[in-house]
């Protein structure tokens, strides 16, 4: 099972329609997917039209038990012909979890409840627009962070401060953590603003750290959104572009789950590093 925390400092650059993104691609390949929605705006909650009662994610983090888990995962609307989307919805009540008072007083709830969960080969999980407790529980219980930015001045100063906050947790509660790179999302090839920042990003970074390809602008998106279908279900020509981009993104954090698994097997198998 393989976990991937979608955040970024800045809000509306796109978290959640890539974390609702990777989720179709990976349950279209008829994967089992678990997306926890971490944000108390609930947008991909409802997105999903999930089907959720009186257990949630404001729940499971007051009793982070592995009980407490199964019972807050409700079924929503996604199902290909063999994959599909679960989610642990949000609630208004999240917000109550996301005040930090500093890396002392961190002890992460979700990664102990998710650690013996089975059934899902994915869980995705859609972190609210800061750098507070919520998105650093969701950091501490991943295998792999992706960090989302528009190709704006501002989207790359919030990209900086996430990928901080992944080093942050990665030295403090979880050594297992793989920064997996920068998605650029909304971008207009033809604008020389948007060239221009996603070079910036590249010389910045490094070429390797941008996921590629970059997520285009197009109105399918908004219209999956309304409709609260997987932009992989709609037939429109902008629909397939970025479905095409959403699973080549999935192949590549899948291959980079797979080479992090085999580089902690080997750690492990070494034994204790010697002088
Ligand atoms: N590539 C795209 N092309 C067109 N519209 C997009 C694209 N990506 C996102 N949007 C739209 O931008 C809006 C904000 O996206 P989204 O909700 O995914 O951002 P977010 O980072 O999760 O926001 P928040 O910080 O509030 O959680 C949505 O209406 C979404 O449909
Ligand atoms: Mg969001």
């Known amino acids: 099972m393989i976990s991937i925390s979608v955040l970024s400092l800045k809000g509306g650059v796109g978290k959640t ?10 349950a279209k390949r008829g ?25 949630h994610a404001a729940t499971l983090l007051s009793h982070p038990t592995s009980d407490s888990m199964r019972e ?17 919805a ?29 059934g899902y080969d994915v869980v995705i999980l859609d972190c609210p627009p800061s750098l507070g407790a919520l998105t650093r529980e969701a950091l501490a219980a991943s ?7 528009t190709p704006s001045y501002f989207g790359a100063q919030g ?23 920068i998605i650029v999302n909304r971008l207009r090839e033809k604008t020389d603003e948007h060239r221009y920042r996603k070079k910036e990003l590249v010389d910045i970074h490094g070429a390797g750290a941008i996921l ?40 590549r954090l899948l291959k980079l789950a797979r080479q992090a698994d085999a580089a902690s097997a080997d750690t492990t198998s070494a034994g204790p590093a010697t002088s």
């Not at 609630?91 to 089975?118: M, N, Q």
């Open 17 to 26: 329609s890539v974390a609702l993104g990777l989720a179709g691609a990976a």
């Open 72 to 88: 807050a995962i409700s079924k929503t609307a996604w199902a290909f012909k063999q994959g599909r989307v679960d989610v642990v």
């Open 212 to 251: 590629k390809p970059a997520i285009p602008e197009r109105v399918a998106l908004q219209q999956a959104e309304s409709t609260g279908e997987p932009i992989q279900s709609l037939k429109s020509a902008g629909a397939r572009d970025v479905t095409r981009v959403f699973d080549k993104q999935l192949t």
């Open 159 to 181: 990209a900086d401060r996430a990928i901080y906050e992944i080093d942050e947790i990665r030295d403090s509660v979880n050594p297992d953590l793989v920064f997996a790179g």
């Open 90 to 118: 949000s609630d208004p009540a999240l917000i109550r979890f996301d005040s930090w008072t500093g890396p002392r007083a961190f002890t992460p709830k979700l990664a102990r409840a998710l650690k013996r969960l089975e």
């Open 143 to 149: 295998t792999l962070a992706v960090v989302v930015t």
């Open 31 to 55: 994967l089992s997917v678990l997306l926890v929605d971490l944000d108390p705006q609930g947008n991909a909650t409802s997105i999903l039209q999930a089907r959720h009662g009186r257990r």
